[in-house]
C-alpha cells in the first residue's frame, strides 16, 4: 500500500477471519489490484491539480473530503473511549496527515514511481526489523541496491532527482512505517472502519490551516473543489472500500505481497497521466524494490508471523 490509502486500517480483520484461501480467488485479488490503481491514478491526478491549489492545499481537499465521506458513513461512536484509546487515534490521525502531506510534496518534485518506490522502503525496513531472520539482510541489501540505481548508479544528484522530494518520500516511508503500526492499533481499540474515520477527520483538521495558507481562496473554486473530491474518492474512499471487501476472503500475506507491486502501478499512472518516463536505471531500480518487498513478506509468511499490514 502507498501512503495514500488507509486500507491497513482493515488487515486486522484477516486475522478475524481466518483468511483461508478459497476457489475463485481470482475476484478479491482483482479487487486489491483495483484499489492500488485507484490509489496510483488517484495520486497523478493529485499532481495534476497541485498547479491550482499547491501541495498543501491538495491534502486539505483529500483529507476533508474522505475524512467527511467516512463520518458520514462509519458513524463512529464518540462515547465510551477511554483516554488511551482517543490519544492511539489522534497519534494515528497526526501519523496519516504527515505522511500524506509529505507524499505530495514529494511528487510535486520527483516523478510518481521514484517516489512510491522511495516510499515503500519504510514498510520494507519494518517488516526487516519485525522478522529478525538473517535472510531478510539480503532483502535489504536487494532494496539498496534499488536505491542505489535510482540515485544513478551513485553519481552526484541522486540520478538527476530533486534531492528535496527524495527527501520528502524518505520521510513519507517513515510514516508509511508508523502508520501501519498506530492503524493496527486503532483497529484494535475502535470497531469496524470508526478509528479510521475518526483518524482521518484528525489529519483534515490538522491540515485544513496549512491548505488555506497555502491556497486560500482557491480552495473554494468549483474545479478545484470537484478534482479535490475526485483525489480523496480516487485515493482513499474507493481504494479503502475495494481493500476491506478483498480482506474478508484474501490472506494478509497475499495482500501484502500484492502491495508491494505499488511502485510499479505508480510509474504506469505517471507514465499515462503525466508522461513521467522512467530511465532503464530507474525501472531496474523499482524492479529490485518490489523484488525486496515480496522476498521480505514471503520470509515472515513463512515463519508465521504476520504480513507487513497487520504488524
Known amino acids: 500500500m502507498t501512503a495514500t490509502t488507509p486500507a491497513t486500517a482493515s488487515a486486522p480483520l484477516v486475522a478475524r477471519a481466518g483468511g ?3 476457489r475463485g480467488s481470482l475476484g478479491p485479488v482483482g479487487l486489491v489490484l483495483a484499489g492500488g490503481v485507484s490509489v496510483q491514478f488517484g495520486g497523478a491526478l ?14 486539505a481537499l483529500r483529507l476533508l473530503v474522505a475524512a467527511v465521506v467516512l463520518l458520514v458513513v462509519c458513524r463512529p461512536r464518540l462515547r465510551g473511549h477511554s483516554r488511551t484509546d482517543w490519544g492511539t487515534v489522534v497519534v494515528f490521525g497526526i501519523t496519516m496527515a504527515a505522511m500524506n502531506g509529505l507524499f505530495y510534496q514529494s511528487v510535486d518534485r520527483i516523478p510518481l ?4 518506490t522511495l516510499e515503500v522502503l519504510g ?36 540520478g538527476g532527482l530533486d534531492l528535496v522530494g527524495v527527501a520528502f518520500a524518505l520521510g513519507a516511508g517513515a510514516m508509511w512505517a508508523a502508520y501501519i503500526v498506530f492503524s493496527a492499533r486503532t483497529g484494535r481499540r475502535f470497531p469496524q ?26 480552495l473554494l473554486d468549483p ?18 472500500t475495494l481493500e476491506l471487501l478483498a480482506l474478508r476472503r484474501l490472506p494478509a500475506s497475499t495482500f501484502a505481497i500484492m502491495m508491494s507491486l505499488e511502485p510499479a502501478i505508480a510509474a504506469t499512472a505517471g507514465f499515462f497521466i503525466l508522461g513521467q518516463a522512467l530511465s532503464v536505471l530507474q525501472a531496474a531500480a523499482v524492479a529490485l524494490v518490489i523484488a525486496a518487498s515480496m522476498g521480505a513478506v514471503r520470509t515472515q509468511v513463512g515463519r508465521g508471523k504476520r504480513a507487513v499490514p497487520e504488524a
Open 123 to 158: 514498510p520494507l525496513a519494518l517488516s526487516v526489523v519485525a522478522s529478525r531472520r538473517a535472510l531478510n539482510l539480503v532483502w535489504a541489501g536487494l532494496a539498496l541496491a534499488g536505491v542505489f540505481l535510482l540515485s544513478g548508479g551513485g553519481g552526484g544528484g541522486f
Open 113 to 116: 514511481g521514484a517516489a512510491v
Open 20 to 22: 483461508p484461501r478459497r
Open 46 to 59: 493529485a499532481v495534476t491539480l497541485m498547479p491550482r491549489a499547491g501541495a498543501l492545499g491538495v491534502v
Open 193 to 218: 472502519a470508526d478509528g479510521l474515520a475518526l483518524a482521518m477527520a484528525v489529519g483534515a483538521l490538522l491540515f485544513l490551516p496549512l491548505g488555506i495558507a497555502e491556497a486560500g481562496t482557491k
Open 223 to 240: 474545479v478545484t473543489l470537484g478534482l479535490g473530491a475526485a483525489v480523496a474518492v480516487l485515493s482513499s474512499v474507493l481504494p479503502y
